[in-house]
């Protein structure tokens, strides 16, 4: 049961980097750069 809530946060956590990569494309994107 732990290592499935760890495999659950390490799958949050990946999605929260990805988003916020994909965030920052879209602003430098948007800024023309």
């Known amino acids: 049961m732990e290592s499935l809530s760890w495999g ?3 799958f ?3 999605v ?3 988003l ?3 965030s ?3 602003l ?3 800024k023309g750069f």
């Open 24 to 26: 920052t494309v879209v």
């Open 16 to 18: 929260l980097v990805f």
């Open 28 to 30: 430098f994107e948007n």
């Open 8 to 10: 659950t946060s390490a």
């Open 20 to 22: 916020n990569i994909k």
């Open 12 to 14: 949050q956590l990946a």
